[in-house]
């Protein structure tokens, strides 16, 4: 079963993290491509990837005059994905299992960052053409 | 250049979805297939995906221990991803046209939505010269 | 089943045979975008086949017969449907046996290849697919690998690009004389391009992205053979070979990027630096002097400082004065300020980025507030740059930039000196 791991963050968070030092940012890292070697090992590791700073980001909506009409969104409070994981699992329990080994991926001084992650789990399609 | 193109929705917004009568249901999910096909025939597509509900949705924590702590209570306010896809594009002007096709899905009624479709760079694992 | 023969020689020779067919093939039957399906045809026959059979006596041949069958059955299931408009092509599948019709490569063949997969109507990564598996022999799943795209995805990309040709009705054959120079400058910027994507950060199964550099360097060491006269051809591969001369040393073990300054210079690549020097020194005297030859020119200067603080600046920026006014690339207005300010200070350097900013193509790109950030760094203004850094990081769309980046802002927060006040 696939699940779509989600990691979420807001304005403010990703302040934070680009004020981390190097120390912090380079343990954070090495947690986390751990943990992407042991998952590929085992064979449930999909995919990951890492999504461009909101300050690029845009909502589209139809079109007006031949042209996209876009919209830079993000308000301060409002939370974006900074990435995802796909994992291919046995269970569900597994899949939060995963989760929460990124959960305590470290952040400064060490402390785990505790960020939240939301498992979802990716519906199958029926082979199309 | 990889963007991915978000369609997000509230709970409110899926709960609905779920009275769509099966003509707008059907009508939507051939509207979806038929964009992913239109992606794979320009030479763009690179993947797509469509989410579970959200009412299986679970955020998960680490506990004292390092255990999964779980909890399936989100404010009403938080908007779910419902789907994606991603696409290798020349530019970010591509990908809001492209993504300006996927919001014309139809909705319910028959109308045409302007569904909001967010759009972001992937970031990729390489760094150019800079000359 | 026995462990059938190493097929990395046969992988090799199919590459380097694969522009040599086709151009036989699509000069043969004037019809470039069947030519390549047939030499497909053709390639993924012997990769099956050599391995078992072992590899027949004479490659070449075995392969053009093959891809000759193909357009034959292709044409002849067209002139089913179009008997007149086919004659002339029904004419050629009746032509004498291939063995004995000239099927040689011409020099000019892969010449009009380059030409063809490199058509200004194409889009650069469409242009950039064509070229890599028509002249360079790649399959299409190891494009798409290269290129984290499905190999559906690539397959589509590369057809389209066929069908953009044959609209154009661009014929097999050389570009007029007064075409020429900008067809050659098409060529040339696709090359880089696949050059420019080899750089990675990180090693990987089957083709790499540091291959596509490599690959790239062959397609120019070829296109050099073939315009052997060409001043930005040679500046193009001297170019190639003074920036990945610096390959090993521009990554940490963890792919991470470490600039000109820091890296370290014993792992540079020092045959791969004399050879790209000589070719330079043979190429400037000519006189015809191109955007190539001086950013290989640029990169010599930089690979024979022996340490980072011997570089001759004044020299790197009499070339960027150089540069400038006959490239109009916003890339180089960056380091162009970066060298002003090596040379006549931060603030000079700060200056010049001031008007440069103007420019629309530099709007948002992380670059200019990169070389802001290290230029205010070197201005003594820590605060400055420390924005500009994260700033940088927030838009750039590459991974390992970002990190770097950060890791900047990081380091300017971390020292310990005081900030004096600069507001």
């Known amino acids: ?129 | 250049m990889k963007y991915i193109l978000m369609m997000n929705a509230s709970k409110a917004h899926w709960d609905a979805y779920a009275t769509w009568s099966k003509d707008d249901l059907d009508a939507n999910v051939a509207f979806m297939r038929a964009f992913s096909k239109e992606l794979k025939e320009q030479g763009v597509f690179v993947a797509t995906e469509g989410l579970g509900w959200p009412q299986q949705a679970k955020i998960v924590r680490a506990g004292k221990d390092g255990e999964p702590v779980t909890d399936g209570i989100f404010p009403e306010s938080k908007e779910f991803l419902a789907g994606y896809w991603i696409i290798d594009v020349e530019s970010p002007e591509q990908a809001y046209r492209i993504a300006a096709r996927a919001s014309a899905a139809p909705g319910p009624g028959g109308t045409h939505g302007s569904m909001p479709i967010e759009v972001r760079q992937v970031l990729s694992g390489f760094a150019d010269l800079g000359i | ?423």
């Open chain 1, 1 to 129: 079963m696939k699940y779509i791991l989600l990691m979420a963050g807001t304005q403010a968070g990703v302040k934070t993290y680009r004020a981390w030092s190097k120390n912090d940012i380079d343990s954070h890292m090495a947690v986390l491509r751990r943990i992407n070697k042991e998952l590929t090992d085992s064979g449930e590791f999909v995919i990951t990837e890492g999504l461009a700073g909101p300050d690029q980001a845009r909502v589209v909506r139809g079109l007006k005059d031949g042209l996209p009409v876009t919209d830079g969104i993000f308000p301060e409070s409002k939370e974006f994905l900074l990435g995802y994981w796909i994992v291919d699992v046995k269970t569900p329990e597994r899949a939060y299992e995963i989760a929460a080994q990124i959960c305590v991926a470290p952040g400064p001084d060490g402390r785990p960052t505790n960020m939240p992650i939301e498992v979802r789990q990716i519906m199958s399609r029926p082979a199309t053409s």
């Open chain 3, 1 to 423: 089943m026995t462990e059938p023969p190493t097929d990395v020689p046969i992988e090799h020779l199919l590459r380097e045979l694969t522009p040599q067919v086709l151009g036989i093939v699509a000069r043969r039957f004037r019809d470039f975008a069947a030519a390549e399906d047939a030499v497909q045809e053709s390639l993924l026959a012997a990769a099956t086949q050599w391995p078992c059979d072992g590899l027949p006596e004479n490659p070449r041949a075995w392969l053009t017969q093959v891809a000759f069958r193909r357009m034959a059955d292709y044409i002849r299931s067209e002139s089913a449907r179009h008997r007149r408009e086919n004659e002339a092509a029904l004419e050629a599948v009746r032509a004498p046996h291939p063995a004995t019709v000239d099927a040689s490569p011409q020099e000019d063949d892969t010449l009009v290849l380059l030409f063809m997969c490199c058509h200004p109507a194409l889009t650069p990564a469409s242009a950039i697919a064509l070229t890599l598996r028509a002249v360079g022999g790649l399959t299409t799943a190891e494009i798409a690998h290269a290129f984290l795209v499905p190999e559906a995805t690539m397959a589509q990309r590369i057809s389209r690009a066929k069908q953009s040709i044959k609209d154009s009705g661009t014929p097999f054959q050389m570009p007029t004389p007064e075409d020429r120079a900008h067809r050659l400058r098409a060529v040339l910027h696709v090359l880089y391009l696949i050059f420019n994507e080899g750089y990675t950060t990180s090693a990987g199964p089957a083709l790499r992205r540091a291959d596509l550099s490599a690959e790239a360097m062959r397609l120019a060491r070829i296109l050099r053979q073939l315009q052997p006269d060409d001043t930005e051809v040679a500046g193009l591969l001297a170019l190639m070979l003074l920036t990945d001369a610096r390959r090993l040393a521009r990554t940490s073990a963890v792919g991470e990027l470490i600039p000109l300054a820091q890296q370290d210079r014993s792992l540079w690549d020092r045959q791969q630096i004399v050879e790209g020097v000589a070719l330079l020194s043979a190429t400037l005297p000519k006189g015809s002097v191109g955007p190539y030859q001086l950013q290989a020119a640029i990169s010599a200067v930089h690979d024979e400082a022996g340490r980072a603080d011997n570089t001759d600046w004044p020299q790197i920026l009499a070339l960027y004065d150089l540069l400038k006014r006959m490239s109009d690339n916003p890339m180089v207005m960056l380091n162009h300020a970066i060298a002003a300010a090596m040379v006549n200070g931060p603030a000079k350097g700060l200056d010049l980025l001031d008007s440069v900013a103007a420019d629309p193509r530099l709007a948002d790109h992380h670059r200019l507030d990169a070389v802001r950030a290290h230029l205010f760094e070197l201005a003594g203004d820590r605060t400055a740059a420390i924005k500009h850094f994260r700033s940088a990081a927030g838009k750039t769309g590459s991974l390992p930039e970002r990190n770097y980046l950060l890791a900047q802002a990081a380091r300017l927060s971390s020292d310990p000196r005081p900030i004096h006040n600069h507001e």
